[in-house]
């Protein structure tokens, strides 16, 4: 705990904790295979299974071809054979090993980057695999000079593994000049603007492992804590309930929006248009702050309806291996857990995943899955490592887009979460501080988000994480889930709280969260998930976040059809209810008329 830093919250006194990342990029088979090549590690007794280790009921070969490297694309194919008695498939992953200067970049020899699993191979059966990625996914992240990603000039190790450890061929890919990524126009993997240090304040002035010198700051990188004091720094601007006032930070400036306009538009008028189509303006305008505060704070298993624009209520509910109704217990059937998917390295399967979720979610009448979770295995002992899929950002990122995909193409939109780093249970919605570095952010944790915003469905949705990133909670902060969700990855869509206790939890409000780039809260019964500050700026904010909401929710399967006449299933239940009273009171009435009318004759 950070035992020596207390903030006065509504609850009174509350010590937040942390958790430091100190390992840097160096984590799970990226440190075993690193240490052992660096000598600090006897690998053969300290790993049984390398990464992406399996066994099959047959035996296999593959062969790669001579590799080709054409305008900043990376290209091979590779033949598989089934060579024993059975049949299988078989998973060829592609590793990549960069080029090292001693105390520059961190780089680790082992790094995943690309996979394909086979077809059902009978014996003697072949099949050739093409692989292409682009020379920017060598890249790596500079985040004390160039404070971007930077592919460094040099000779590139690409080979084809049986696991992280297994070599079963390689060639080099020769870069003859360096790369930094640091231009709009020369944007890393796509990005609309190039990636830049967001999470400075988030290092927390820590010793990171470093590879320099073999690893020659291991003992004290790996060692205790022995600080547990937040710097004075970081306690200036350290919020939670206790001390967040939203008004310290509304700008004079800004100008109050429209609201309560009559301009005759419905939400299921935008079904399909562009997020930026000039028609949500006009829609927007006709929102009062009364309609967009409700959208906001009732994001609790559900999407508020707004009957002045024929909006619905929506129902969500959680994963992830599921669909769970958490008030009325009704649950679909369960699927395998995200791990055992990861074990498959079944892009497929995991496209009909999604697909079958989305399909069970139209039996129950929803339209949203709190999943998929793509937090890493960071530890063994993570305490919803059921829920994640694997310690690789790539095998993680890849596995959940097809999932959030084959939901999206059933109409469901699906709440990938938790953004982010959230790789720790315990003590996490007890303000637990998460340091870290940029590189190790950005290529690790941030990663599988990455994937999902870029390879997933448009229109999808994002859960935020309990904890605090460095000294801002993760649904707060700017840098996440603006500057790097929106600005750089170009996401559009719905940013949720994960669920919100603000009583409970002391740092939970909305007028501070809106502000920080997220839309709704995940909250059932609070008090703080309504917004209190209705100036130019607060409304700006909720504007925004309505747009987000409204247009998630349009694209999803309840507005393929415009459902704004429907009549609510609770209400045709209720309906039911009063038909069947009315009946039977009816009934009773005829019996006792009659009887009556028998004791009268008598």
Known sequence: MCKEFQIDSARGVSSPRFVNYTEGIYVGYRFWEMAADEGLVDYDASVQYPFGYGLSYTTFTQEMSPIQYTDGTVSFTVTVTNTGSAAGKDVVGVYGNPPYTNGGIEKASANLIAYEKTKLLTPGESQTIPISFDDDDLASYDDKNAKAYVLEAGSYTISINSDSHTVISEQTVDVPETIVYNTDANAHNGDLVAATNEFDDVNGGLGYLSRADGFANAATARAAPTNYSMFDE?????????????????????????????????????????????????????????????????????????????????????????????????????????????????????????????????DMHVTDWHAPSINLHRSAFGGRNFEYFSEDPVLTGTLASQQAQGAKERGVYAFTKHFAPNEQETQRNSQLCTWANEQSTRELYLKPFETVVKDGPTGAAIMGSFNYIGNTYSSASLNLNQSVLRDEWGFQGMVETDYFSGTNYSYQNADQVIRGGTDIMLATTETTNYVTDFSATSVIQMRRTAHNILFTAVNSWRYETDPSGEVADWLKVMVGIDIAAAAGLAALGYVAWRRYGERKAA
């Open 234 to 362: 970081y306690k200036a601007t350290y919020y939670n309930n206790g001390n967040y006032d939203p008004k310290q930070f509304d700008d004079p400036s800004d100008v109050m929006p429209t609201t309560g306009a009559n301009n005759g538009l419905r939400l299921y008028d935008l079904r399909g248009l562009d997020y930026d189509d000039p028609k949500w303006d006009e829609l927007l305008d006709e929102l009062t702050v009364d309609e967009m505060n409700i959208l906001i704070a009732n994001g609790g298993y559900q999407n508020a309806a707004v009957g002045s624009i024929g909006k619905i209520r929506l129902s969500d509910v959680d994963g992830p291996a599921a669909l769970k109704d958490n008030f009325s217990g009704v649950s679909s059937i369960g699927l395998p857990s995200n791990v055992a998917l990861a074990c498959t390295w079944n892009k497929e399967l995991a496209l009909k995943y999604g697909e079958t979720i989305g399909d069970m979610a139209h």
